[in-house]
């Protein structure tokens, strides 16, 4: 049976100040207006997904932001194909809540809803709030119980769950989300470079999230979070990577774009981003926590999203991205710097060159090929 095709998702700029902290220019926007075209003409353009980012205060070049969960809804009834993840806190949001508004939304949307459970790395929004932050493993502890229980109140007539963190009695949550062939609830996704996060997405998760990654951490990324489903005894979650995506018509203004963007960098907003998300993996102890080793150029972006390689012109891109496939990747999560025109030119561009590399692949799915 051949491989499925690689699906692509796109961040939602719901957040102010784009993808890239850099005052070079970006058009795009964070308002639902062109949020809400920008997301028919995602669905036009061979994108599966929308990833919907939660911020709840201003810092480090996102000043404004949108919930995104209301916006979640918002797009999805926006659409008709389109599938929308929306991020949520555990530690913020109970998991019988958030169930209730994910069925709630799953049939709003004929069965287009889907969850990404962040398991948080910025310590200040929790204690603005008044919440307590974790030490990094007990985060993705609470991060695994919140999936658990939030899996039971969308499958089980009557949930129950006595953890740590959550308890479910007799909960009975109706409706249900939609359950459909090889969809019994919605999707959840989960993000974390970790050791914890890679443990914790093979034995409860359906996706695992990477940060941009070269061939090497691809390739021990995948391997690990398929050995801790085997030790879980299930299915392995597929696996989604992060990259930021220059297309243009030359290679010489793709690398140009890329240079002025970090030329252009906010560097205080860029040093106070990285010492944040430092500090939230330096707890592991292994080193192994998202951007431990991320440069100030690959903290330019978020999600170390240049470090993927989507630069070049279409066939280049084209040609990684059918690369990243064959390591194992099933989704590439992608950031634009002009998000309309961009998602236009991948569709016209881009993607007709991935499917027409994909149908040349031999079946041999699951094998790891030469470096990338």
């Known amino acids: 049976m051949p491989a499925e095709p690689v699906k692509f998702a796109y961040w939602v700029p719901n957040v102010s100040g784009g993808l890239v902290t850099s005052t070079i220019e970006q058009r795009t926007d964070w308002g639902y207006e062109y949020n809400r075209e920008l997301a028919v003409l995602a669905e036009n353009n061979g994108f599966d997904y929308a990833l919907s980012q939660v911020r709840y205060m201003a810092s480090y070049g996102a000043e404004y932001q949108h919930e995104s969960t209301g916006f979640s809804l918002a797009l999805l009834l926006a659409t008709e194909r389109l599938k929308v993840i929306a991020a949520v806190h555990p530690g913020l949001w109970h998991p019988g809540v958030l169930a209730k508004f994910g069925a709630t939304a799953d049939h709003l949307s004929n069965g287009r809803?889907?969850?990404?459970?962040v398991?948080?790395?910025?310590?200040?929004?929790?204690?603005?709030?008044g919440e307590p932050w974790l030490e990094h493993d007990e985060r993705y502890r609470r991060s695994e119980e919140f999936i658990?229980?939030?899996r039971a109140a969308w499958t089980e007539d009557r949930a129950g769950l006595a953890g740590d963190f959550y308890r479910l009695r007799d909960f009975s949550l109706k409706p249900k989300p939609l359950n459909t062939p090889g969809?019994?609830?919605p999707e959840i996704f989960q993000g974390g470079n970790s050791t914890a996060a890679r443990a914790m997405a093979g034995?409860?998760?359906?996706?695992?999230?990477s940060n941009g990654r070269d061939h090497d951490g691809i390739v021990e990324q995948i391997a690990d979070v398929r050995r801790a489903a085997a030790l879980a005894g299930r299915r392995p979650p597929k696996f989604g990577l992060n990259g930021f995506l220059i297309a243009r018509d030359?290679?010489?203004?793709?690398?140009?774009?890329?240079?002025?963007?970090?030329?252009k960098a906010d560097s205080e907003a860029v040093e106070g981003f990285g010492a944040a998300v430092r500090q939230a993996g330096r707890s592991t102890a292994d080193g192994k926590g998202m951007w431990q080793d991320s440069a100030f150029e690959d903290l330019v972006q978020y999600n170390d999203g240049f470090r993927t390689g989507l630069i070049g012109t279409p066939e280049q891109i084209a040609e990684r991205i059918v690369a990243h496939k064959r390591l194992g990747v099933d989704l590439l999560l992608l950031g634009f710097l002009h998000y309309h025109e961009?998602?236009?030119y991948f569709g016209r561009r881009v993607l007709p060159l991935v499917r027409e590399l994909e149908a040349a692949l031999p079946d041999t799915t699951g094998s790891v090929p030469a470096r990338v």
């Open 119 to 129: 398991s948080g790395w910025f310590k200040g929004e929790f204690t603005a709030l």
């Open 183 to 185: 969809r019994p609830h």
């Open 342 to 344: 961009e998602v236009e």
């Open 250 to 263: 030359t290679e010489a203004e793709a690398r140009d774009t890329l240079r002025e963007i970090v030329a």
């Open 113 to 117: 809803f889907a969850v990404n459970v």
């Open 203 to 209: 034995r409860v998760s359906d996706w695992y999230f």
């Open 148 to 150: 658990r229980a939030l």
